[in-house]
């Protein structure tokens, strides 16, 4: 802290001597670097934060075993890095995931499911899967499974209606964005994941369908 002190003091006397070589600084060139760092600093968090590609997601959950099950799937998947908020229903086994795509990709939030930790311990031999739940506002439901089906990383396409479970091939590295773009293409369209409609992680009412 002693240099930093040091600095201050030069300031107000109006000059500074570096450790170069005794060159006398004014005190406006030290001003100048000062707030040059600062406009620095500002521009980078501003940049930081453009950066961020917030996503909401919902996620179909198996292996849900009882009420006991959704605190540690909540509390894994809130874990992962760029995920912001998580919360899961267990009286329909749907998670609903906030995170930064710019962070991770919407595959690894899925696959990140089977690392976490069985409520009913390892002797069960059970493991929690998930499946990306997409629903269509629009589009052929037939078409579009079919088109997200050759995007790289996709293992496997379920249509229920106008509904769509997506299964990931393990290490997939697959953006929700690249989902949206093949949708796209199919002449088909998504309908929002609402943050409101995001169902409360103490909600056990029931049973998993």
Known sequence: MEPIVCCFRAC??????????????SRSILWTLIGALTLMMGVSQIAAQQKQEIRTVAIKVSGLHC????????????????VQSADLEF???????RYDEAQIPASQIVLALTKIPHAMGPRS????????????????????????????GVAKVRQERNTLLVAFQPNASVRYAQIEQA????????APVKPSSAPNSHDHRGHPH
Not at 91 to 97: D, K, L, P
């Open 12 to 25: 107000r006397t109006g000059t500074a001597k570096t450790h170069t070589g005794g060159i006398t600084m």
């Open 67 to 82: 009420e006991g099950c959704v605190d540690p799937v909540v509390q894994g998947l809130r874990k992962l890095q760029g």
């Open 91 to 97: 009286r329909t086994a749907v998670a609903i995931v």
């Open 125 to 152: 031999n059970m493991k929690y899967e998930g499946q990306l739940m997409l629903t269509l506002a629009k589009g052929d439901a037939k078409r579009v499974a079919q088109a997200l089906g050759k995007v790289v």
């Open 183 to 190: 949708i796209k293409q199919a002449g088909g369209a998504l």
